[in-house]
């Protein structure tokens, strides 16, 4: 049964740095892309960037390139996303996904939920 | 970049069908996937390639797409798929996916 399995909630205060985590497993990890998707409070689903965990490649979205930093490490079957300077703007819930053959997400996490307030 | 455009939202009765429409320019030449999203959980895949059903999904659920709309339609609704509904494409120019604004499903 394939599953993505996503890092606790966080709250942090602005300024602190953070990474939450998206463990796969029933599937080959390092041959499927995975995405991340942030959902700020009663809002839709934004893009934020995808990684191919065989090598790393990894492309961002305009609106997130240079405000995040997406990893993988593949002898653990996980990908991460890490931000160095948390703002309260961050405050949203993160899914990971899995990308399909047909450019669908196929597999979700089921959310990070990151807080950020002084 | 590409836009994709929802109606913010539908109502329907139960046993009615519902129809979300998601515009965009010639969606009608790419794949378009469907995701529904009920509160406080992740989004769940329902319809990917215009109108292929992952295991699981009920066939009431379905898919079309060509010109500049793509359709989710859900035959004899429920209570139960009452849900925010988003479209996806895959943008080739810019090689990146696309939401739509999402659709919020409601069952009266």
């Known amino acids: 049964e394939v599953q993505l399995v996503q890092s606790g909630a966080a709250v942090k205060k602005p300024g602190e740095s953070l990474k939450i985590s998206c463990k796969g497993s029933?599937?080959?990890?390092?041959?499927?892309?995975i995405g991340w998707v942030r959902q700020m409070p009663g809002k839709g689903l934004e893009w934020m960037g995808i990684i191919y965990p065989y090598d790393s490649d990894t492309r961002y979205s305009p609106s997130f390139q240079g405000q995040v930093i997406i990893s993988a490490d593949r002898s653990n079957n996980t990908a991460y996303l890490q931000w160095s300077s948390l703002k309260a703007s961050d405050t949203a819930m993160y899914y990971c996904?899995?990308?399909?053959?047909?450019?669908?997400?196929?597999?979700w996490g089921q959310g990070t939920l990151v807080s950020v307030s002084s | 970049s590409y836009v994709l455009t929802q109606p913010p939202s539908v109502s329907v009765a139960p046993g009615k069908t519902a129809r979300i429409t998601c515009g965009g320019n010639?969606?009608?030449?790419?794949?378009v996937h469907w995701y529904q999203q009920k509160p406080g959980q992740a989004p769940v895949l329902v319809i990917y390639?215009?109108?292929d059903r992952p295991s699981g999904i009920p066939e009431r659920f379905s898919g079309s797409n060509s010109g500049n709309t793509a359709t989710l339609t859900i035959s004899r609704v429920e209570a139960g798929d009452e849900a925010d509904y988003y479209c996806?494409?895959?943008?080739?120019?810019?090689?990146?996916?696309?939401f739509g604004g999402g659709t919020k499903l409601t069952v009266l």
């Open positions: 010639n969606i009608g030449t790419k794949s």
């Open positions: 029933g599937y080959s990890f390092i041959t499927y892309w």
């Open positions: 996904a899995r990308r399909g053959m047909e450019g669908d997400f196929d597999y």
């Open positions: 996806q494409v895959w943008d080739t120019t810019s090689d990146h996916p696309v």
């Open positions: 390639y215009d109108s």
